[in-house]
């Protein structure tokens, strides 16, 4: 987006990282700190996006963590379900999941009342992943992605509003197949 001429926010729960993210990007992107997790943050985030932008025309829902925050060695010595914490649970879900819905909320009513059109694109991964062997939460979480992703097409059908899901992945680089699929 940033290569093709779009002024770019990124946003990252530490001010170091999400700069450095930033200057990676492209000249001109800007580092916001936000945790998608906290509702407080993300509203706060995205009215600083506003200003900064003078509105929000695409949002792309990327936020994540993986399956080391549960596991470190979760390629060469998977988990069972039965042995991953309720906390590694929750906080991977949250963030997974809540925190596209609580950012797409708080983007969404803009999208509608004042641009009048807009574009999701949920970041999600593909189905071999979603269902691996060792990858709960992880699989469960994106899984619910992709399920939100279809229900917030369904909801803003007819608003100007498209949401997009993307499955990357590939097999030169991960070994798991890839493709991408539109919620709509």
């Known amino acids: 987006l940033a290569e093709a001429g779009a002024r770019v926010i990124l946003t990252g729960r530490t001010e170091q990282r999400v700069q450095d993210a930033a200057t ?4 001109g992107a800007t580092g916001l700190i936000m945790d998608v997790r906290d509702e407080q943050s993300v509203s706060a985030g995205v009215e600083h996006a506003l200003t900064i932008l003078g509105g ?10 993986g399956m080391r925050t549960v596991n470190p060695h979760f390629m060469t010595e998977p988990m069972g379900f039965w042995q991953v914490s309720p906390d590694g649970f929750r906080d991977l879900l ?23 059109h807009g574009k999701i694109v949920n970041i999600s ?29 369904a ?30």
């Open 125 to 153: 991964v593909n189905e071999t992943t979603k269902r691996r062997r060792g990858f709960t939460p992880y699989g469960p979480s994106r899984a619910a992605t992709d399920s939100l992703s279809h229900i917030m097409a």
């Open 94 to 116: 949250v963030t997974n999941v809540v925190g596209y819905f609580l950012v797409a909320r708080a983007v969404v009513p803009h999208m509608l009342d004042v641009a009048g």
């Open 155 to 184: 909801d803003l059908t007819g608003t100007g509003i498209d949401v997009n899901l993307l499955l990357p992945g590939g097999a030169t680089r991960t070994g798991r197949g890839s493709r991408g699929h539109r919620a709509t």
């Open 24 to 27: 990676r990007v492209a000249p």
């Open 56 to 65: 929000i025309d695409v949002l792309v829902n990327n936020a994540g963590i």
